[in-house]
């Protein structure tokens, strides 16, 4: 990524001569922006094969490390008579014994078939597995993501302004507590308040049991859409059914803000401090621009770039899965079936989990530097 | 050149940095909020240093402290694995089978300095080696560290450390010392195509020795193994090796900000060795960041290691541990009524666990604001 200017001589010579309206100059830089923009996704999706290879060859070898017969009893199922020849059996079935790369190899081709293997720990196929897990965390992530991003741009823009004042130091406390508490303190706090003492919202889960019933009654026909039950309720024509989703999540939802948000007012205040001591803050105060059009014209959008980069990392980890979060409010998400499989040593899926991961991180960056041509005109994608 | 003389010198040499110092502690006495994260950190080292006062060994531990005791005679209608609430003997109630919270909070403040303070200064020796060969060498070392360095950032820190915790017991001995030996060995061939000059013969034979006691781990980790280590040290290990890289990155850049200035040059122009040049020119100058994020990060790693704990990979159930303390409350609490009834369970060492980290950052924002130049002088 470079900095270029954005006109050049000969285009502005080009649209005034014409004496037409068009402004060529725009269409100029317009297409070769577009241009450029593609080759530049090009270029990072081809980097992110390498990526993607990198990471799996990694995690492969650390599973690598587990001797051959603790391998070979993920495939030995039900009660089995003689341990041993079943696990021998497996070792040659599954060739366990062969060199590191024929495994490897052997692994990627079947994902490239789509076939990631079978998850032992959740006793279903790996993408299935995978695929019905996400929805939970995804109806987490889908209301938490963009009120962490909000208020902690909002929080932090603010706190730089009042500086050292009201605003200023109840933002910073409330960054600080947030930075402190461990997840599952704020998330079992939240449940003893309001799901024990006031009742207001449920204990766990992320479903009423009722609805549960009627989603898996065959004559309801309730269709699964998109898989994620937020949605489908809706598409099904049965609201409350999304209503009591919603009613689910919010404890989940304050856990996951109370958390996150603290990173990004911080981020947020330092950055939009730097900002405004910048020589050109002061220029377009002397100018006599009104104030506001200087702090939000000027000074917010130069100071999110920083914040826009870890927005990027935030939502993928978010997307990940919520580990605390999840167990504590008992959503059976992404994050608790990873937990799960590694402790089961369950290794099709950690390896299935980790394509995913590295796909949503590199995705996220990718998002991020795409981003930034929007938010500052000035960087160019190279 | 008499004694005398030369403390002056080394009064007179030392006058700026004294004066650094002092200008330093004046600022962190101005500001409210480090004196309240200082207050509450010298509270814990109190307690820490109290805690056999406090919290008496009993006599069934024989002398060890790091199991939490057990209230035998809590039976009958209760029953053994119901907590009991606060009372005048157990001021913090007990948990699940009826381990004493107040015990488990006084020593599990020892554990939580032990488990910070390691993972820290550890991962900090790590990353600061890493960090300053890869940015004062430049060139193929820096490629080869930080390609490698930045592998281990990509994987998210929470599932690297579950992952090493649990295949530690049986991948380390044998498969791990492997893993060293080949590594060494891609160094040393790296190392030995470099080796024009005296820097080149001194890396070479760095890795030669990291060679050799990658052999001698091969060899002898079985019994390093079998010197006792507990689960909770291996939250440890695993959390140094997740720890390291961001302390490694973070040196570096500060290394290549400080590497071409003109006092650097100098050192090297007046004919120091490289080895002085560095400890005495370029990490005086570029350390303090490190610092700040040191700080912080302790409060971090207690948070990291809660939350091992809270979902089962931690210390054992009888540990003065206050992550496995909130763990053994969730096989209790199971429902909206428990949580409250049983309220005293996770909240007491929860509470340990959130002032402990407050105390840290707090600490750590106001150092940032004391030694960060840019913002120090306003």
Same mark, same amino acid.
């Given at each position: 990524m470079r900095h270029k200017t954005r006109e050049t001589e000969g285009t502005r010579n080009r649209a005034s001569a #014409? /004496?037409? =309206?068009?402004d060529f100059r725009l269409i100029y830089v317009g297409v070769s922006e577009m241009a450029n923009l593609a080759a530049y996704i090009v270029r990072r999706l081809i980097l992110l094969v390498f990526v993607l290879l990198g990471v799996t060859i990694l995690v492969f070898i650390v599973t690598m490390l587990l001797p051959v017969d603790m391998r070979a009893l993920l495939y030995v199922h039900g009660s089995v008579k003689y341990l041993t020849e079943a696990i021998a059996n497996a070792i040659q079935q599954y060739h366990l014994n062969a060199p590191f790369y024929v495994q490897y190899w052997t692994w990627l081709i079947n994902l490239l078939h789509g076939n990631l293997g079978w998850s032992v720990s959740s006793n279903q196929d790996v993408v299935v597995s995978i695929a019905t897990k996400w929805p939970y965390t995804f109806e987490i992530v889908v209301f938490a993501a963009p009120l962490i991003i909000f208020l902690g741009i909002y929080l932090g823009v603010q706190s730089a302004i009042h500086r050292n004042g009201p605003i200023d130091q109840a933002s910073r406390l409330l960054s600080i507590i947030g930075w402190s508490l461990p997840s599952f303190f704020v998330g079992m706090l939240l449940l003893a308040v309001f799901?024990?003492?006031?009742?207001?919202? $449920? @204990?766990? /889960?992320?479903?009423?049991n009722t609805w549960l019933v009627y989603m898996l009654t $065959?004559? =309801?026909?309730?269709?699964? @859409? #998109? /898989?994620?039950d937020l949605f489908d309720g809706l598409l099904n024509g049965q609201p409350y059914l999304s209503l009591d989703v919603l009613w689910h999540c919010v404890l989940p939802v304050i856990t996951v803000v109370t958390i996150d948000v603290a990173l990004l007012i911080r981020v947020m205040r330092s950055s939009m401090l730097e900002t405004l001591s910048k020589p050109y803050i002061t220029t377009a105060r002397s100018k006599g621009l009104s104030n506001k059009v200087v702090i939000y014209k000027h000074a917010r959008r130069n100071a999110l770039i920083p914040v826009a980069t870890l927005s990027g990392m935030l939502v993928a980890g978010l997307l990940t899965g919520l580990i605390i979060t999840e167990t504590v409010f008992g959503f059976g998400g992404l994050g608790s079936a990873a937990v799960k499989a590694i402790t089961n040593l369950d290794i099709p899926f950690i390896m299935g989990y980790t394509v995913l991961t590295a796909l949503l991180f590199v995705s996220a960056n990718l998002i991020v530097d795409i981003m930034y041509a929007y938010i500052d005109p000035r960087i160019r994608l190279d | 050149m008499s004694l005398t003389s030369r403390w002056e010198e080394f009064k007179t040499g030392m006058r700026p940095r004294i004066s650094e110092w002092r200008f330093m502690l004046k600022r962190m006495r101005q500001s409210n909020l480090a004196m309240a994260g200082l207050i509450i950190i010298l509270g814990f080292v109190v307690i820490a240093c109290l805690a056999p006062v406090l919290a008496p060994i009993p006599s069934v531990n024989r002398g060890n402290p790091w199991a939490i005791p057990q209230d035998q005679t809590i039976t009958g209608l209760v029953g053994y694995n119901v907590p009991t609430p606060p009372?005048?003997?157990h001021i913090f109630g007990t948990t699940y089978y009826q381990y004493d919270i107040y015990y488990g909070c006084i020593w599990g403040t020892i554990t939580a300095f032990r488990v910070g303070l390691t993972v820290v200064v550890i991962s900090l020796i790590v990353g600061l080696l890493i960090g300053t060969l890869a940015a004062f060498y430049g060139g193929v070392i820096d490629e080869a560290l930080m390609r490698f360095t930045d592998i281990i950032i990509a994987f998210p820190g929470l599932i690297l450390a579950i992952a090493i915790v649990l295949a530690?017991?049986?991948?380390?001995?044998l498969n791990l010392s492997m893993l060293f030996l080949g590594i060494s060995a891609f160094f040393v061939v790296i190392f030995l195509g470099l080796r024009r000059d005296r820097t080149g013969a001194i890396f070479t034979s760095v890795f030669l020795v990291i060679l050799a006691f990658s052999l001698i781990t091969y060899l002898y980790f079985p019994l390093i193994l079998n010197l006792n280590l507990g689960k909770l040290d291996k939250v440890l290990v695993a959390l140094t090796l997740v720890g390291w890289p961001g302390y490694a990155r973070l040196i570096r850049g500060e290394v290549l900000r400080v590497k071409n200035e003109d006092f650097v040059e100098a050192s090297r122009a007046s004919g120091s060795s490289d080895f002085r040049t560095i400890t005495r020119h370029i990490l005086p100058n570029s350390i303090y960041p490190v610092f700040i994020v040191a700080t912080l990060d302790i409060g971090s790693v207690i948070l990291t290691a809660a939350a091992l704990a809270f979902i089962g990979?931690?210390?054992?159930?009888?540990?003065?541990d206050w992550g496995q303390l909130v763990s053994a409350s969730q096989s209790v609490i199971t429902n909206a009524s428990n949580i409250v009834l049983y309220f005293h369970t996770f909240f007491i060492p929860g509470f340990f666990i959130a002032m402990f980290v407050v105390g840290w950052n707090l600490l750590g924002d106001a150092l940032r604001d004391v030694l960060d130049p840019m913002l120090r002088r306003r």
């Amino acid at each position: 990524m470079r900095h270029k200017t954005r006109e050049t001589e000969g285009t502005r010579n080009r649209a005034s001569a #014409t /004496g037409l =309206n068009i402004d060529f100059r725009l269409i100029y830089v317009g297409v070769s922006e577009m241009a450029n923009l593609a080759a530049y996704i090009v270029r990072r999706l081809i980097l992110l094969v390498f990526v993607l290879l990198g990471v799996t060859i990694l995690v492969f070898i650390v599973t690598m490390l587990l001797p051959v017969d603790m391998r070979a009893l993920l495939y030995v199922h039900g009660s089995v008579k003689y341990l041993t020849e079943a696990i021998a059996n497996a070792i040659q079935q599954y060739h366990l014994n062969a060199p590191f790369y024929v495994q490897y190899w052997t692994w990627l081709i079947n994902l490239l078939h789509g076939n990631l293997g079978w998850s032992v720990s959740s006793n279903q196929d790996v993408v299935v597995s995978i695929a019905t897990k996400w929805p939970y965390t995804f109806e987490i992530v889908v209301f938490a993501a963009p009120l962490i991003i909000f208020l902690g741009i909002y929080l932090g823009v603010q706190s730089a302004i009042h500086r050292n004042g009201p605003i200023d130091q109840a933002s910073r406390l409330l960054s600080i507590i947030g930075w402190s508490l461990p997840s599952f303190f704020v998330g079992m706090l939240l449940l003893a308040v309001f799901a024990g003492i006031l009742g207001w919202f $449920p @204990y766990a /889960g992320s479903m009423t049991n009722t609805w549960l019933v009627y989603m898996l009654t $065959p004559k =309801n026909h309730f269709m699964h @859409y #998109t /898989g994620i039950d937020l949605f489908d309720g809706l598409l099904n024509g049965q609201p409350y059914l999304s209503l009591d989703v919603l009613w689910h999540c919010v404890l989940p939802v304050i856990t996951v803000v109370t958390i996150d948000v603290a990173l990004l007012i911080r981020v947020m205040r330092s950055s939009m401090l730097e900002t405004l001591s910048k020589p050109y803050i002061t220029t377009a105060r002397s100018k006599g621009l009104s104030n506001k059009v200087v702090i939000y014209k000027h000074a917010r959008r130069n100071a999110l770039i920083p914040v826009a980069t870890l927005s990027g990392m935030l939502v993928a980890g978010l997307l990940t899965g919520l580990i605390i979060t999840e167990t504590v409010f008992g959503f059976g998400g992404l994050g608790s079936a990873a937990v799960k499989a590694i402790t089961n040593l369950d290794i099709p899926f950690i390896m299935g989990y980790t394509v995913l991961t590295a796909l949503l991180f590199v995705s996220a960056n990718l998002i991020v530097d795409i981003m930034y041509a929007y938010i500052d005109p000035r960087i160019r994608l190279d | 050149m008499s004694l005398t003389s030369r403390w002056e010198e080394f009064k007179t040499g030392m006058r700026p940095r004294i004066s650094e110092w002092r200008f330093m502690l004046k600022r962190m006495r101005q500001s409210n909020l480090a004196m309240a994260g200082l207050i509450i950190i010298l509270g814990f080292v109190v307690i820490a240093c109290l805690a056999p006062v406090l919290a008496p060994i009993p006599s069934v531990n024989r002398g060890n402290p790091w199991a939490i005791p057990q209230d035998q005679t809590i039976t009958g209608l209760v029953g053994y694995n119901v907590p009991t609430p606060p009372t005048t003997e157990h001021i913090f109630g007990t948990t699940y089978y009826q381990y004493d919270i107040y015990y488990g909070c006084i020593w599990g403040t020892i554990t939580a300095f032990r488990v910070g303070l390691t993972v820290v200064v550890i991962s900090l020796i790590v990353g600061l080696l890493i960090g300053t060969l890869a940015a004062f060498y430049g060139g193929v070392i820096d490629e080869a560290l930080m390609r490698f360095t930045d592998i281990i950032i990509a994987f998210p820190g929470l599932i690297l450390a579950i992952a090493i915790v649990l295949a530690f017991p049986v991948a380390i001995p044998l498969n791990l010392s492997m893993l060293f030996l080949g590594i060494s060995a891609f160094f040393v061939v790296i190392f030995l195509g470099l080796r024009r000059d005296r820097t080149g013969a001194i890396f070479t034979s760095v890795f030669l020795v990291i060679l050799a006691f990658s052999l001698i781990t091969y060899l002898y980790f079985p019994l390093i193994l079998n010197l006792n280590l507990g689960k909770l040290d291996k939250v440890l290990v695993a959390l140094t090796l997740v720890g390291w890289p961001g302390y490694a990155r973070l040196i570096r850049g500060e290394v290549l900000r400080v590497k071409n200035e003109d006092f650097v040059e100098a050192s090297r122009a007046s004919g120091s060795s490289d080895f002085r040049t560095i400890t005495r020119h370029i990490l005086p100058n570029s350390i303090y960041p490190v610092f700040i994020v040191a700080t912080l990060d302790i409060g971090s790693v207690i948070l990291t290691a809660a939350a091992l704990a809270f979902i089962g990979i931690g210390a054992p159930p009888n540990y003065p541990d206050w992550g496995q303390l909130v763990s053994a409350s969730q096989s209790v609490i199971t429902n909206a009524s428990n949580i409250v009834l049983y309220f005293h369970t996770f909240f007491i060492p929860g509470f340990f666990i959130a002032m402990f980290v407050v105390g840290w950052n707090l600490l750590g924002d106001a150092l940032r604001d004391v030694l960060d130049p840019m913002l120090r002088r306003r």
